[in-house]
């Protein structure tokens, strides 16, 4: 049985920073690409930023430059570093396992930034 589990969600303020990580187990984490995705209130989830199994990422337009995504396959772990951050970043964050259509999501972790 595979589990996603998300943490390091919480409340900052504006130009604050904060560390999402997601642990995964019940899959051969190296061969996944991971993702964050967030879901901001009233509005459809979008990608955020990916990291494939050779460690290329990929970010939104809307978060280059502040978001780093890494990830740790010895510990099944992604983390994802969110920095400068915005009230429209405001969202719940799920992270999210994928290899050749074998999609698993976790529950996520909810972000709030105040202005």
């Known amino acids: 049985q595979v589990h996603v589990v998300e943490s390091g969600g919480g409340l900052v303020q504006a130009g604050g920073s904060l560390g999402l990580s997601c642990t995964v187990s019940?899959?051969?984490?190296?061969?996944?690409?991971m993702g964050w995705y967030r879901q901001p209130p009233g509005k459809q989830r979008e990608l955020v930023a990916q990291?494939?199994?050779?460690?290329?990422?990929t970010y939104a337009d809307s978060v280059k430059g502040r978001f780093t995504i890494a990830r740790d396959d010895a510990k099944n772990t992604a983390y994802l570093r969110l920095n400068s951050l915005k009230p429209d970043d405001t969202a719940v964050y799920y992270c999210?396992?994928?290899?050749?259509?074998?999609?698993?999501w976790g529950q996520g972790t909810q972000v709030t930034v105040s202005s």
């Open positions: 999210n396992a994928e290899y050749l259509g074998h999609t698993h």
């Open positions: 019940g899959i051969i984490f190296r061969i996944y690409t």
């Open positions: 990291i494939t199994s050779g460690d290329y990422s």
